[in-house]
């Protein structure tokens, strides 16, 4: 599993855990996640994702 890091705010998304906050379940791959999806913290899309 990867994590990804909001180049904007610092926010990492870890796929291990998801989000089940906003309905995303552990192990949920950042590639699935909807293309609406926003940085809970900042607001920016998928775009703004990268890598860690």
Same mark, same amino acid.
Request: charged letters at 35%; aromatic letters at 12%.
């Given at each position: 599993?990867?994590?990804?890091?909001?180049?904007?705010?610092?926010?990492?998304? @870890?796929? +291990?855990?998801? %989000?089940?906050?906003? =309905?995303?379940?552990?192990?949920?791959?950042?590639?699935?996640?909807?293309? @609406?999806? +926003?940085?809970? %913290?900042?607001?920016? =899309?998928?775009?703004?994702?990268?890598?860690?």
């Amino acid at each position: 599993m990867k994590k990804y890091v909001c180049q904007v705010c610092g926010f990492i998304y @870890d796929e +291990e855990l998801g %989000l089940p906050e906003q =309905g995303i379940a552990p192990g949920t791959k950042f590639e699935d996640l909807p293309e @609406d999806f +926003e940085c809970p %913290l900042c607001g920016v =899309g998928k775009e703004h994702f990268e890598e860690e």
